[in-house]
């Protein structure tokens, strides 16, 4: 059986082992299932090198065409490396030859599945927890503890002690996001220098609150329809921060977070309840917002655009030079599907 504990998960897909070769991602925390599942995907293409080739199945490729999974992983790159098929949803009609995969053992490539909507109980979950070549990795979001926890054990695998109080504002700041966290401890490390302590004081010097306003400035502007405004505060956080992938990270998760809950309003939940439900919880201020977008968009323009976010992180990292005008172009689109919606 293989099921990481929730302690033990972070580890497990720092350095998977080597007989694992399928990964399902599960859970009622979208956010944590497509940020592990990211983290993962770039961990294996690090292993297997630059002739690894990932495949990237979205809702529309799976609804058409579901035995792509298995072809996929029983054909050769056509780059002569190992291939990395990643599912970014887990519909239905993908179920059956997931089955079939959990009864064979996958030599071929490796599988990534995120399954945003699957419960524990699941038969094709049973499946790929009994399999020995197989892992599910249950996601079910970041408290203040777990991530205060994460923060604290960053530091001190580079020699720095984060004091509790200190850590907790970090997962606060980020409103809980590990990804997010992740940046900013990093920040605190090297501004804390030759000093190894970092408290309470630090975090309030080096994250002021200016950068996590601004991204979601940024990201609510985008999917409010508002392009010149958006791209107006992205140019304002370019100055300072010169990155942009954390625009694209939150973004990301942004969207995810609304597919979530334009999905479950679809299926007849209020849009009130679904918003509560969400995991980490929701800012209270930024619970309207959230629902004013949530009645703008739809689920499937979301989960097209969520697909087209992965080749733009992508491109970015391939193309560093022109990074600014890429995620610029992006937020346009985004602001402009949606006024369109």
Same mark, same amino acid.
């Given at each position: 059986?293989?099921?990481?504990s &929730?302690?033990?998960?972070?580890?497990f897909l720092?350095?998977?082992?080597?007989?694992?070769?399928?990964?399902?991602?599960?859970?009622?925390?979208?956010?944590?299932?497509?940020?592990? !599942?990211?983290? /993962? *995907?770039?961990?294996?293409e690090?292993?297997?090198?630059?002739?690894?080739? +990932? +495949?990237?199945?979205?809702?529309?490729d799976?609804? @058409?065409?579901?035995?792509?999974i298995? &072809?996929? /992983? =029983?054909?050769?790159?056509?780059?002569?490396?190992?291939?990395? *098929?990643?599912?970014?949803?887990?519909?239905?009609?993908?179920?059956?030859?997931?089955?079939?995969?959990?009864?064979? @053992?996958?030599?071929?490539?490796y599988? *990534? &599945?995120?399954?945003?909507?699957?419960?524990?109980?699941?038969?094709?979950?049973?499946?790929?927890?009994?399999? =020995?070549?197989?892992?599910?990795?249950?996601?079910?979001?970041?408290?203040?503890?777990s991530?205060?926890?994460?923060?604290?054990?960053? @530091?001190?695998?580079?020699?720095?002690?984060i !004091? #509790?109080?200190a !850590? !907790? /504002?970090?997962?606060?700041?980020?409103?809980? =996001?590990?990804?997010?966290?992740? =940046?900013?401890?990093?920040?605190?490390i090297?501004?804390?220098?030759?000093?190894?302590?970092i408290?309470?004081?630090?975090?309030?010097?080096?994250?002021?609150?200016?950068?996590?306003?601004?991204l979601s400035?940024i &990201?609510?502007?985008a999917?409010?329809?508002?392009?010149?405004?958006a791209?107006?505060?992205?140019?304002?956080?370019?100055?300072?921060?010169?990155n942009?992938? #954390?625009?694209?990270?939150?973004?990301?998760q942004?969207?995810?977070r609304?597919?979530?809950?334009?999905?479950?309003?679809?299926?007849?939940?209020?849009?009130?309840?679904?918003?509560?439900?969400?995991?980490? #919880?929701?800012?209270f201020k930024?619970?309207?917002?959230?629902?004013?977008?949530?009645?703008?968009?739809?689920?499937?323009?979301?989960?097209?655009? +969520?697909?087209?976010?992965?080749? *733009? /992180?992508?491109?970015?990292?391939?193309?560093?030079?022109?990074?600014?005008? +890429?995620?610029?172009?992006?937020?346009?689109?985004? @602001?402009k599907?949606?006024?369109?919606?």
């Amino acid at each position: 059986m293989v099921a990481p504990s &929730v302690a033990s998960a972070a580890k497990f897909l720092s350095t998977p082992p080597g007989a694992v070769r399928g990964f399902l991602f599960y859970g009622s925390d979208s956010l944590q299932i497509a940020a592990r !599942a990211e983290a /993962l *995907v770039r961990t294996l293409e690090g292993k297997l090198g630059p002739d690894a080739e +990932i +495949i990237r199945l979205h809702d529309a490729d799976l609804a @058409a065409a579901p035995e792509r999974i298995t &072809v996929e /992983l =029983s054909t050769g790159s056509l780059f002569g490396g190992t291939k990395i *098929v990643w599912l970014t949803s887990c519909p239905l009609k993908a179920h059956a030859p997931l089955g079939k995969i959990a009864e064979t @053992a996958l030599e071929g490539g490796y599988l *990534v &599945v995120q399954a945003p909507d699957m419960r524990k109980g699941h038969k094709l979950l049973a499946a790929f927890e009994a399999a =020995s070549h197989l892992a599910a990795i249950a996601s079910h979001g970041e408290d203040e503890q777990s991530l205060g926890t994460a923060i604290r054990q960053r @530091a001190q695998a580079q020699g720095y002690e984060i !004091a #509790p109080d200190a !850590a !907790a /504002l970090v997962a606060v700041r980020c409103d809980f =996001s590990a990804l997010l966290a992740q =940046s900013e401890t990093e920040k605190l490390i090297t501004y804390a220098g030759q000093e190894r302590r970092i408290a309470l004081e630090d975090v309030e010097a080096c994250l002021a609150d200016q950068q996590t306003a601004g991204l979601s400035e940024i &990201v609510d502007f985008a999917l409010n329809g508002e392009g010149r405004k958006a791209l107006l505060a992205f140019e304002r956080f370019m100055v300072a921060e010169q990155n942009v992938t #954390p625009v694209l990270v939150v973004l990301g998760q942004a969207m995810l977070r609304l597919h979530a809950v334009r999905t479950a309003a679809d299926a007849g939940t209020p849009l009130a309840q679904a918003i509560k439900e969400l995991r980490p #919880p929701v800012f209270f201020k930024q619970q309207d917002v959230l629902a004013a977008q949530a009645r703008r968009w739809t689920a499937l323009a979301l989960s097209a655009h +969520i697909g087209r976010l992965n080749m *733009v /992180l992508k491109e970015t990292r391939l193309r560093p030079a022109l990074d600014h005008d +890429i995620a610029a172009d992006f937020l346009i689109a985004i @602001a402009k599907e949606a006024r369109r919606q």
